[in-house]
């Protein structure tokens, strides 16, 4: 079997005109069958170190008879397949650029190899990996999507790749709804649900094998920033200490920005800080509405642009008590779950952000 010559498996997707899609996913989550991962906003590649010994990159659209080999366009996947693979590996993942949206990747693929090679020098794409297919002559065509999983897992743990990323499965029902809240929160585009005993079906689209999960659980919600913030988190903690340049002196607690961490090595009384620590941004800010004509707080919102909080410090009035929206999960609990800001509302009023259009009438 030349694994390059298969087709490409057609996820299916609940139709978007299905009235109760939100509950049917819910469902689909609590029967325990499925299991969720990141989607990434990129564009689908299949890695294939073909039985032949020839090392193919294909993206969804390519037909057998129709090859277009994207092997020289994108040398780090087609590197990191001959080093660390032999001939019988098939791998499916998508490529993308962080921040970016599907679109930016056509640079790479779309265009002449040597257009590609120098885009990568100024912004270099990323390469997801989800799926595995076949590894080291192994067929796993027929093993169930948890195995095949397994089976992704510990390649990656034998060490990290430079640019190749792998999935995260998250199982259970109550894991898998904080994980698609998370996943919003933090700006992905998204996840998929996948049947946990599924196996590969090349050209078909298999109902229920696969759900995407993009805005259905992300609700819009107007409410303003109260002016109540939490503290940002002052250590650093990261793996790039080493070109790290926020610090604080120990003992004059002065905030020192540069290239010390040769004098941190040397025994001086620095420590690295975070960015948000030593500018004195907020760590999050607290969301309100009105209940009662009350401020109640709803939430606390982290993640914002180093811009907004920058705003914040130096003309907090324009930003406390003006209208924006966020999106976030709906509890029970009166309060919003994973919350993100979208942006400013100043189309509608203060008195347009009400408790009662969030979470009812109830008390």
Known sequence: MLYRELECEKYWDMP??????????????????????IKKDGEYLRAIYDIDGEIYILGRGTKAKEIHNLNHHLPFITDWIKRNFNPGTCILGEIYVPGETSGAIRTYTGSLVKNSLIAQKKCHPRFYVFDIWALNGIHLMDKEYVFRIKTLKSIFELGEFVYIDHVDLVTGATEIFDFIGKAFENGEEGCVLVNLNSKVTPGKRTAWKTIKIKKEFQNNIDCFFTGNFTEPTRDYLGKELSNWIYWENSK??????????????????????????????PGSLEVGVYKDEKIVPICFVSGLSEALKDLFIIEPDNIIMRPIEITGMETTEASIRHPKFI?????ISLEDCQWSKIFGNGE
């Open 16 to 37: 978007a005109k299905t009235s109760d899609k939100k509950e049917k996913i819910k469902q689909a989550i609590l029967t325990g069958a499925y299991g969720a991962t």
């Open 252 to 281: 004059t607690k002065k905030k020192i920005i540069g290239d010390f961490y040769q004098d941190y090595l040397n025994g001086d009384p620095i420590e690295a800080v975070t960015k948000p620590y030593l500018m004195g941004w």
């Open 343 to 347: 942006g400013f509302r100043d189309d």
